[in-house]
């Protein structure tokens, strides 16, 4: 083979791996992302391990949307509002670089509070309905039971989420006021969630915050043993949550 034939081919393969990057970057930009759960907060709706799409184009972009948080879109453009019981990934907003995945529960101007661990929205209380009680496990690994409801947002989305009791933390608090352009975002396990109920913490996130809408799941595991080992995918691979819809 010549000089020239050599160069050639060398060429051609950075064109390819140039052009399959570049694709790569803007599907992931402006349609779908993939995000992992690293925590228990969204249980029993997400567990950690698992593997998602996150829907890029669902509220719109901001510089959220771009690698690196690239300050080149002013605010949001194609702008849709969440949905009240949306899942959605956002940015941190005491850090905007942190990604946080929790349920849009107050939309602009709502006032939101929690009463004795019953989730109140315009001073009206969400319908909530017993599922059972389950054994769960904390971030620490220890189990302890946790009752499931079946929540009704207003406006008829249904959920499951977890409650340890109505006595925790963040069971009873203030008035919350949700500004103009802001959401108050929720985890489904109520008693251990950092979200919006903690303002020094997280508070109202801001419209351009959001990422995008969590769709899909695609792959989920366990985490009791390393990627590589093949031979245990059988055992740590949870292949009945592949392909689920996020609701």
Do not use: C
């Amino acid at each position: 083979m010549s000089r020239d034939s050599k160069s050639s081919g060398l060429w051609d393969l950075a064109k390819t791996v140039f052009y399959a990057v570049l694709i790569a970057l803007v599907v992931r930009t402006v349609a779908f992302e993939p995000f992992n759960i690293p925590s228990g907060s969204m249980k029993p709706t997400l567990l950690v391990g698992d593997y998602l799409f996150v829907s890029k184009y669902s509220y719109g972009y901001s510089r959220y949307s771009l690698p690196f948080g690239l300050p080149i879109i002013p605010g949001r453009v194609l702008f849709t509002e969440p949905e009240r019981g949306d899942v959605a990934v956002f940015k941190l907003p005491a850090d905007n670089k942190t990604d946080y995945i929790k349920r849009v529960v107050g939309l602009p101007g709502d006032k939101i509070e929690v009463r004795r661990g019953i989730l109140h929205i315009n001073d009206a209380p969400v319908r909530r309905e017993l599922a059972g009680v389950e054994l769960a496990v904390d971030g620490y690994g220890r189990p302890h039971r946790v009752t499931h409801y079946v929540e009704t947002l207003p406006g008829g989305r249904r959920h499951s989420i977890y409650e340890k009791s109505d006595n925790e933390e963040n069971d009873n608090t203030g008035i919350y006021t949700v500004p103009p352009g802001h959401y108050f975002m929720m985890g489904d396990n109520r008693d251990d969630s950092q979200d919006s109920r903690v303002r020094s913490a997280v508070g109202f996130v801001p419209r351009e915050n959001l990422v995008g809408r969590a769709e899909i799941l695609f792959f989920s595991t366990d985490g009791s043993s390393p990627f590589w080992q093949v031979w245990r995918w059988p055992w740590v691979i949870r292949f009945h949550r592949f392909f689920q819809d996020i609701v």
